[in-house]
């Protein structure tokens, strides 16, 4: 069993920053790619950020620009850093690794 364990999720007006943080345990996190999806109510979850186990990486055409996951090996830790948020950008956010082993995910929530 992988342990996933998301936090830094809030409440923040549009044009504010967040920046999540993706904690897991064990030696697989550096072999596999890792990345983030969002599920907002009443839709599907969707991807929102992936990145590789050599760095690269790859966003949904909403969050291009505004957002940038990272990943520290050592730390077996995935970040996800969003500016510029928007009121749609609502959602619980979950980090996943290989799209196997999931976290319980974060709310954020974008609002005046």
């Known amino acids: 069993q992988v342990q996933v364990v998301e936090s830094g999720g809030g409440l923040v007006q549009p044009g504010g920053s967040l920046r999540l943080s993706c904690a897991t345990a064990g030696s697989i996190f550096s072999i596999y790619s890792v990345g983030w999806a969002r599920q907002a109510p009443g839709k599907q979850r969707e991807l929102v950020a992936r990145?590789?186990?050599?760095?690269?990486?790859n966003y949904a055409d909403s969050v291009k620009g505004r957002f940038t996951v990272s990943r520290d090996n050592a730390k077996k830790t995935l970040y996800l850093q969003m500016t510029s948020l928007k009121p749609e950008d609502t959602a619980v956010y979950y980090c996943n690794i290989a799209n196997t082993w999931w976290g319980q995910g974060t709310q954020v929530s974008v609002s005046s």
């Open positions: 990145i590789t186990s050599n760095g690269s990486t």
